[in-house]
């Protein structure tokens, strides 16, 4: 929750009026739980989206998920039942996540960002990837970013606004 990346997208977010919810998964944190490693951790997911959807002033037919690595990875696995998202920008995701045919069946907005660098999500594959999805999706390589994508907090955040202003 208090990634450096997690927490530009927030900020800026808020800057631009659009409603933001950042929080720890299960077992991480100060969160109560039990961590499952990603099997358990798309319930966090869909109650936080209910939760913000519920919230004063948001309106719940315009609502968007960022996940970042580990949380891209359970965005992306629980695609059909986050259903009351619209759009989702993926943030370093990792390569299985992206293979999983639930991807290529939900054909909402998406918008992939990857550091030129990242050894852990090498751009040219995921790239690779995207392009053998059956549908288009943005993709975005931060130059002279690695995974963790240190000192680039304010472009990834940036991009990532853009996105959710132009597609919720």
Do not use: C
Request: aromatic share 8%; charged share 25%.
């Amino acid at each position: 929750m208090n990634n450096p990346i997690v927490s530009m997208v927030s900020f800026l977010a808020n800057e631009q009026g659009l409603a933001s919810l950042q929080f720890d998964f299960r077992g991480v944190g100060q969160s109560e739980g039990d961590f499952s490693n990603g099997e358990n951790e798309w319930d966090d997911v869909k109650h936080a989206l209910q939760f913000l959807r519920n919230f004063p002033g948001v309106d719940k037919n315009r609502v968007g998920v960022v996940g970042y690595s580990f949380g891209a990875s359970v965005v992306l696995h629980s695609l059909p039942k986050l259903k009351a998202a619209k759009s989702f920008a993926l943030i370093a995701p990792p390569l299985a996540a992206v293979k999983d045919p639930e991807v290529n069946k939900d054909k909402r907005d998406k918008l992939f960002i990857v550091g030129q660098d990242d050894r852990v999500v090498p751009s040219t594959e995921l790239q690779r990837l995207l392009d053998g999805l059956g549908y288009p999706v943005q993709f975005t390589e931060i130059p002279g970013a690695d995974h963790r994508l240190s000192g680039h907090e304010q472009a990834v955040a940036e991009r990532v606004v853009e996105f959710m202003l132009e597609n919720l």
